[in-house]
């Protein structure tokens, strides 16, 4: 009897079964109708554009070892397919790569959105900041942020950088003893995040001093690698896909970190700033910070920003602030270590300007014009962002006639236009002299562009730059760098310019006899 019932069961239950099937393999037609005309609409809109093979599912992903090599990888596609080639990520996202200065203007003196594929990932951990967010909600984040970046604000924080670089210097004086090569990127990575936290936030943490690696640094490295790996793997596109993936839950758990690092930073301040609410009484106690600005920010209707917004644009301005700084100081460094003879004027230009002293304030970063050459040129060859990308909103057309239509992701290739060989004569070769005042006015300003450029440029690049000469500055004042040529960095493009290997150098004690 039990089995006859089960039989009936079985039958009267077949065709609904049979149902959810059909209805299975009903919608899994209509999306691969649906991801099938996506792929024909791509290769409509790239049809001008010759570009490098690519395979029919994989795209040009397997063409990305992750050894040291892609970007330079790309640079030899710019020389086969000048101006921009298509690049395929799988077998339906493609992203029209350019790399010459005459395009990129284009689409830098636009204000076209950021991607909404790349920079969807990353918004999942930074919210709707500046790096990320578009239209009115970016213009008004823009303006009400502004004010935080006046030289009256950037003022005070030279002397602070300079404290930062001197704690982490302090710690090198083993290395100096020994001889011994060792890794920069972390010590500098904490050194920028020092410096961010005393800087921005008013929060003199200890990170430079705690032992072991400090969660915050390593749960962003674990992002920046699982947001590349996220983009360059399409069945990660798909939300449910990656939240379910191992790669998804060491996503989230490195998010937590990061985002409760962002919070208590806020709360904190949010305590301290409850008698205040206008700017002019806080900087009558003490020197305004970004976050004052932040949480204090009102427009025209008296609107401040909302606990969200907050939240983004503190995480945004953390990572924005100390990672792609902490690249740009690793690999200035290292370049130096590599090319004594301008090191050596660097140094001597460092010593007269500081006369004596051992720190550095506003006034000096204008007298070293020889080593912000330097600086300049190691951002050429090793940009910290080394691409960008955008969707365009409307059809956008290039000075050699070609049109890209509404809807197109476009990536902009940092690293190719500042190797880009018919712009940079000899582009493999350090040469600061590039930059000289006579020879930057014989060049389009968007042959060179670490920070952007246009209205979307990076709100901070004067406080980078100030960063990046005071560290530098303090560096050479006190340390020789030498190469190890046993260790040369294998360059990979993550949200911020890393190397496989890490970045090493030697260091000797400078002689003050010199």
Not at 111 to 124: C, G, M, R
Not at 225 to 232: A, E, P, Q, T, V
Not at 233 to 255: Q, V
Not at 476 to 505: A, C, M
Request: aromatic letters at 12%; one cysteine or more; glycine letters at 4%.
């Amino acid at each position: 009897m039990e089995s006859t019932d089960a039989f009936v069961t079985f039958q009267l239950g077949w065709p609904q079964m049979h149902h959810l099937f059909a209805l299975l393999c009903l919608v899994a037609v209509v999306k691969l109708t649906m991801l099938l005309a996506e792929r024909r609409d791509a290769f409509r809109k790239i049809e001008a554009f010759p570009g490098p093979p690519a395979h029919w599912f994989f795209g040009h992903v397997k063409e990305f070892k992750q050894d040291g090599t892609d970007l330079d990888k790309f640079v030899k596609w710019g020389q086969k397919y000048p101006y921009a080639f298509p690049v395929w990520f799988g077998p339906f996202v493609c992203f029209t790569n350019i790399h010459h200065p005459d395009y990129v203007k284009t689409l830098l003196t636009s204000t076209e959105p950021k991607d909404d594929l790349s920079y969807k990932f990353i918004e999942s951990w930074i919210g709707e900041g500046l790096l990320v967010s578009k239209g009115q909600k970016w213009f008004r984040h823009r303006r009400l942020l502004t004010p935080g970046f006046h030289y009256d604000v950037l003022k005070p924080y030279v002397k602070l950088v300079a404290d930062s670089a001197k704690t982490m210097l302090d710690k090198w004086e083993s290395y100096a003893k020994t001889n011994e090569s060792f890794e920069l990127f972390n010590h500098v990575s904490l050194m920028t995040l020092d410096s961010i936290l005393k800087c921005a936030f008013s929060d003199s943490s200890n990170c430079q001093r705690e032992s072991g690696t400090n969660t915050y640094i390593k749960a962003v490295y674990e992002l920046s690698d699982l947001i590349n790996l996220r983009f360059r793997t399409f069945p990660y596109h798909n939300d449910l896909i990656f939240y379910l993936s191992p790669h998804g839950f060491r996503y989230r758990k490195a998010r937590k970190v990061a985002r409760s690092h962002t919070e208590e930073v806020i709360r904190k301040r949010k305590e301290a700033l409850k008698e205040e609410k206008e700017l002019d009484r806080v900087q009558a106690k003490r020197n305004l910070d970004f976050l004052d600005i932040l949480l204090l920010a009102r427009d025209d209707k008296q609107q401040g920003l909302s606990d969200e917004d907050i939240r983004a644009e503190v995480d945004t301005f953390m990572f924005e602030g100390h990672d792609t700084t902490a690249s740009g100081i690793s690999f200035i460094l290292y370049s130096l270590a590599c090319h004594p003879e301008h090191q050596k004027i660097c140094r001597e230009e460092i010593i007269q300007a500081l006369d004596g002293k051992d720190t550095m304030d506003w006034e000096d970063l204008s007298k070293i014009p020889y080593t912000t050459m330097c600086i300049k040129e190691s951002l050429r060859l090793y940009p910290p962002v080394p691409g960008m990308s955008r969707k365009i909103t409307k059809p956008i057309t290039f000075f050699d006639g070609r049109t890209l239509p509404t809807g197109s992701h476009v990536g902009t290739s940092v690293y190719g236009i500042h190797r880009n060989a018919t712009v940079w004569e000899n582009p493999n070769v350090f040469d600061p002299l590039r930059f000289l005042p006579e020879n930057v006015s014989t060049r389009s300003p968007h042959a060179f562009v670490p920070f952007s450029a246009g209205p979307r440029n990076c709100i901070g690049q004067t406080f980078a730059m100030n960063e990046l000469k005071v560290a530098t500055a303090l560096t050479l004042k006190r340390y020789q760098l030498i190469e190890d040529p046993t260790q040369k960095p294998k360059i990979i493009p993550r949200l911020v310019l890393r190397s496989l290997n890490g970045i090493h150098i030697k260091i000797q004690p400078v002689d003050p006899q010199e």
